[in-house]
């Protein structure tokens, strides 16, 4: 009975952590780049403020995961990183010029990008041998999206989207909080990498896997970036862009709910294949019929895919493929390559190419880059059905 309540004590701080982190994202996502547009940024300065925070993604990850993997202290890196960086995004309540707000953001993501890939490695590591069950946990990441995401709309359209900073540094406090409530478990000694990192990142179904990340990351870089800009443009209202960012994340929770039973049935590599296709499908009803309401309202279903059903079976294949004294930079090698080169990547393009070419082409260029991520999966690994 005692090991049982403690269990679930630990599953609820796990559980803490996700839905402070997603909710800050829940604030930032969907509004950010509206605020940035507030301060009369051009498209462009916008499509690099947000590719910066981004971008540090591409290393800080890894840097960190070297850290937690080499000193044994995972916990006290993802509360120095979390701690800083939430120091750091304070300063965006007295600066707000472009350079300085470019420098400050870079500062601040580089911190705050390595919290979350060595948190995932901690929550596998907390789980043991419930792996299968990290989707209900993760799922309290995207009830904070929603949450905040929801709530911010009616409050910004009665307070004033300036206070929107003000907002965010809030939860970051309460996440930053929520991970001195975590305990602290190494990894199986059980579980040993085959391969060093270099041999396990060349191994085909490996290298094609990261490729995918990086590609299917790309492709949502006009959605991250100029949805919400894209919807405002086409007559919706803030309140309305709020709910439809909420109705792609409650999609989420759902394939997060179900995804344990999922896994052992149909296997991670075909659920990744059927997440890429759907992803095509999205992309292709939000270029052409973003003014059609019933239309834009399936494609935001369709998150449930593109990132629910595609992150949960690429976490589940990172954990295996990258295991032991790799784990943690099994992880934020994932982040890195995914959400940080993928995504820094398609945000600035499509900032570049949003007033030269015109939102449709770019989410049209964006469903071709998705298309080749599943066809090159494909064509290296070969999935079937109930392989893991």
């Not at 498209?43 to 070297?66: C, D, H, N």
């Not at 896994?263 to 973003?290: D, E, H, N, Q, S």
């Not at 494609?299 to 790799?326: E, P, R, T, V």
């Not at 959400?339 to 990547?345: D, P, T």
Request: net charge positive; aromatic share 18%; with cysteine.
């Amino acid at each position: 009975m005692f090991v049982k309540q403690k269990t679930s004590a630990e599953h609820q701080s796990l559980a803490g952590f996700y839905f402070f982190y997603f909710a800050s994202i829940g604030a930032y996502l969907p509004y950010w780049n509206l605020y940035l547009k507030h301060l009369e940024f051009s498209a462009r300065q916008i499509g690099e403020l947000s590719a910066v925070l981004l971008a540090t993604k591409i290393f800080a990850p890894y840097i960190w995961g070297w850290v937690a993997d080499h000193t044994g202290k995972r916990l006290s890196a993802i509360r120095l990183a979390s701690f800083t960086g939430m120091v750091i995004f304070s300063t965006t309540l007295i600066w707000q010029g472009y350079w300085v707000l470019l420098i400050v953001l870079a500062g601040y993501s580089f911190f705050w990008n390595a919290t979350l890939p060595q948190f995932e490695a901690a929550t596998m590591n907390n789980l043991g041998d419930s792996k299968q069950m990290y989707s209900r946990i993760r799922l309290w990441g995207s009830v904070g999206f929603i949450v905040t995401a929801s709530l911010m709309a009616p409050a910004l359209e009665k307070f004033g989207i300036e206070h929107l900073p003000w907002i965010i540094l809030i939860i970051l406090l309460f996440t930053w909080v929520n991970t001195l409530f975590v305990n602290e478990r190494p990894p199986s000694l059980q579980k040993i990498a085959p391969y060093s990192m270099l041999k396990t990142c060349l191994q085909p179904q490996v290298f094609a896997l990261l490729l995918a990340c990086f590609l299917i990351q790309a492709s949502h870089g006009p959605y991250y970036t100029f949805f919400s800009i894209y919807a405002e443009d086409n007559g919706y209202s803030r309140s309305l862009i709020g709910q439809l960012w909420s109705l792609g994340v409650l999609a989420e929770v759902v394939v997060f709910y179900y995804m344990y039973r999922w896994l052992p049935r149909f296997g991670a590599k075909f659920l990744l294949v059927v997440a890429m296709l759907l992803t095509v499908i999205r992309w292709w009803l939000i270029a052409f019929y973003v003014e059609y309401l019933s239309i834009l309202l399936f494609a935001q279903l369709l998150h449930a895919a593109s990132y629910g059903l595609f992150h949960a079976s690429a976490i589940h294949l990172i954990d295996g493929y990258f295991s032991g004294k790799i784990q943690g930079r099994g992880q934020a090698l994932f982040a890195s390559i995914s959400f940080g080169l993928g995504g820094s990547l398609g945000g600035l393009v499509s900032g570049y190419t949003w007033n030269s070419i015109g939102p449709s082409y770019v989410y049209l260029l964006a469903m071709c880059i998705a298309l080749i991520a599943l066809i090159q999966y494909l064509w290296i690994v070969k999935p079937g059905l109930g392989k893991a």
